[in-house]
Structures are given as structure tokens and as C-alpha cells.
């Protein structure tokens, strides 16, 4: 009994140190796609940056505010993909793209 204890409890904290480490270099890896390909113009809060909202003329560069973050994950990685109004479609492979998402909706929390 002592050992199927033992070997119940060594197995769960294996699973979570292995999902905490996980979800670890998932956030670590959508900050970096972030970084490389929306915070020059999302800003690195995600609320946009006012310099280039300038140079290129668009208002809607902040992605933490309501109009963003109540759509879905499947309409901004169709934006992400495509590109929408000036911003351009992304050079990020999909799965940077979803990463890069994930950590944009960490900015609004």
C-alpha cells in the first residue's frame, strides 16, 4: 500500500513539474514570437504603439482592449494569418502564430 502511495505521488508531481515546465517554454516561446513580430507595432503591453500608430495611420493597434479580446482565437489567428487592414499577414509559422496569441491574451490579464 505504502509503495503504490509512494509511486501515486512521485508520478503526479513528475506530471506537474513536466506540465509547469511545459506551459513554461510555451509562454517563453509566444513572448519571443511576440517580440519578433507584433510589439513593434502592438507595443509591448499590447496596447499599442503610439509612434508608429502615427507614421502608419491606424487607430486600432491596441489588442488588450474589449473589441480584440472578445473575439475568438480562431478570428485572430485568421488575422495573425492574413493580415487585416495595414497590418500585414504573418511571416510566423502557425505554430509561432498561435504561441504569439496566446501570449498577446496574457497582456490582458
Not at 66 to 87: F, P, R, V, W, Y
Amino acid at each position: 500500500m505504502r509503495k503504490q502511495l509512494l509511486t501515486a505521488v512521485l508520478g503526479f508531481g513528475l506530471a506537474v513539474g513536466w506540465t509547469t515546465g511545459t506551459l513554461a517554454a510555451d509562454a517563453s516561446a509566444g513572448k519571443t514570437a511576440y517580440e519578433k513580430s507584433c510589439a513593434g507595432c502592438h507595443g509591448a503591453d499590447g496596447k499599442g504603439n503610439a509612434a508608429m500608430a502615427k507614421v502608419i495611420g491606424e487607430k486600432g493597434l491596441n489588442i488588450v482592449g474589449k473589441e480584440t479580446t472578445q473575439k475568438s482565437d480562431e478570428q485572430l489567428l485568421k488575422i495573425i494569418a492574413e493580415g487585416a487592414g495595414k497590418m500585414p499577414a504573418s511571416k510566423l509559422s502557425k505554430d509561432e502564430q498561435k504561441q504569439a496569441l496566446g501570449y498577446a491574451r496574457s497582456l490582458g490579464k
